[in-house]
């Protein structure tokens, strides 16, 4: 399976933006990029999905390299609410169209 | 948004026990589902990927006779732990979609804690 790279832990300040990477040099040409998040003891939460071009919706935007090997999730405003275990997950033909969660980034949001 | 129900949200059970879990999706039909678990502090796990009237697909290292999958219904998804025991105790979660590919969103429940004796 093609693996993601994020970094472990991020902090931010209420009401700034967010900018959560995710690295995915391996990535196929037929993979989705998704993210998800989890807050605790919550099963978790679609956030937003791509392919190639850049993608928003309520909840945020996902920025894509031109050539696929990362992206970026950007939340617009932090809130407290926003803290949570963020999942950047490839999702393609290779994991029969499941989701495998790697360790994903831990946002700390902080008043 | 779709809604997906797990059923029960949490349960304690004594160790050689059986267990069932049940994944409803509610305002959808789920051609497919997928059962997860997660132990404390570690990320989900996929368990198995169910598709309506198929037999489960598991990934490697979960027993397929221990963790029994039943996806009878385009609404319904069940988990059973077959004789439990304490290092069963995790966090199972389900997720289901209704369109195959890697288009589309899933859609998770809200996980069942087991606890084994």
């Known amino acids: 399976d093609a693996k993601t790279t994020q970094p472990n832990s991020m902090e931010s300040n209420e009401e700034e933006p967010v900018h959560l990477p995710c690295n995915h040099s391996?990535?196929?040409?037929?993979?989705?990029i998704h993210w998800y998040r989890q807050l605790p003891s919550q099963g978790p939460e679609y956030v937003i999905h791509?392919?190639?071009s850049n993608v928003n919706n309520r909840m945020a935007s996902l920025a894509i390299a031109e050539d696929r090997k990362s992206s970026t999730l950007i939340l617009h405003r932090a809130t407290l609410r926003d803290a949570a275990v963020y999942y950047c997950?490839?999702?393609?033909?290779?994991?029969?169209?499941?989701?495998?969660f790697g360790k994903g980034t831990s946002l700390l949001v902080t008043p | 948004g779709a809604v997906v129900s797990q059923h029960p949200s949490w349960v304690i059970c004594k160790s050689g026990t059986s267990v069932k879990i049940e994944c409803r999706s509610l305002?959808?039909?789920?051609?497919?589902m997928f059962w997860y678990r997660q132990f404390p502090k570690q990320s989900l796990m996929l368990m198995a990927t169910?598709?309506?009237?198929?037999?489960?697909?598991?990934e490697q290292g979960v027993e397929k006779d221990k963790f029994l999958i039943n996806h009878a219904s385009l609404t319904l998804s069940t988990l059973t732990v077959t004789s439990a025991h304490p290092e069963d105790s995790s966090f199972y979660i389900c997720?289901?979609?209704?369109?195959?590919?890697?288009?589309?969103?899933?859609?998770f429940g809200e996980g069942s804690r087991l606890t084994v004796l």
């Open positions: 997720s289901a979609t209704t369109s195959g590919g890697a288009n589309g969103e899933l859609f």
């Open positions: 169910s598709n309506e009237g198929s037999k489960a697909t598991y």
């Open positions: 997950i490839l999702r393609g033909s290779n994991s029969g169209y499941a989701l495998n």
């Open positions: 391996t990535i196929s040409g037929t993979d989705y």
């Open positions: 791509g392919l190639t």
């Open positions: 305002d959808f039909q789920a051609t497919t």
